[in-house]
């Protein structure tokens, strides 16, 4: 029988946030101002390790050709950051979360759960989302965040260094995604796994792990904390 988890990782696109955000509002935000940040002097000390990974090529047309194929670089994403910062700083991005995310956090983090983010965007980025949440600062219930500087999220041994370095053992760490994949990784490397199955995103249920609809059934599930 399963420990009851006294730590929960989550995903952040599909998971607790619409993937429409990330690609309609995120994504063209960034774009559209690639090639004034290629341009500015300031940013050349970044704009270098674009060129080390893209010898010869134009920084701007490589990072648009990155975005376009959605790679996980942690280059783009470290810019993509930086962009987006600016967005959430003069109020054109507000981090957009599902309704029913915000109140189990709360609940979550006022039982003494503790809870971590892991997301191929930036950790900077991840911050960002959170802290300019339409619902508030919800930046302040999470311990930590990690993004692909721990590890691909579809490798075992990320999820091994994330509970490592989380001072938690895996069995008693719950990871929360959209992606069979990534859920796999987690479920191979100890931890406990609910596949989370947003109908407004259209996932679809693999059937190995625990599904859930939304956290509030997250919190059914494994005997947490719920909404009176």
Not at 46 to 63: H, N, S
Request: proline fraction near 7%.
């Amino acid at each position: 029988m399963s420990l009851p988890p006294a730590a929960i990782l989550t995903d952040i696109e599909g998971t607790t946030t619409p993937v429409a955000f990330v690609h309609d509002v995120l994504f063209p935000f960034a774009r559209e101002r690639l090639a004034a940040f290629c341009a500015a002097p300031r940013n050349a000390p970044v704009l270098e390790e674009v060129t080390r990974l893209a010898p010869g090529a134009d920084p701007l047309q490589t990072l648009l050709g990155w975005m376009e194929g959605d790679e996980k670089i942690f280059v783009l994403k470290t810019i993509q950051g930086i962009i987006w910062a600016d967005g959430y700083a003069s109020g054109e991005i507000t981090g957009d979360v599902y309704p029913d995310v915000p109140p189990a956090l709360r609940r979550w983090a006022n039982a003494g759960l503790r809870l971590y983010v892991y997301s191929s965007g930036s950790v900077a980025s991840q911050k960002l989302l959170f802290k300019h949440a339409a619902a508030g600062d919800l930046s302040l219930f999470f311990q930590g965040f990690f993004d692909t500087a721990a590890g691909p999220k579809r490798e075992v041994s990320s999820y091994v260094d994330i509970c490592r370095g989380a001072n938690i053992s895996p069995a008693e760490m719950l990871f929360l995604s959209d992606v069979t994949a990534e859920l796999d990784a987690a479920a191979a490397a100890g931890l406990q796994t609910c596949h989370i199955i947003r109908p407004e995103d259209g996932t679809v249920a693999g059937g190995s792990h625990m599904a859930a609809v939304d956290f509030n059934e997250v919190s059914l599930r494994f005997g947490l904390p719920r909404a009176a």
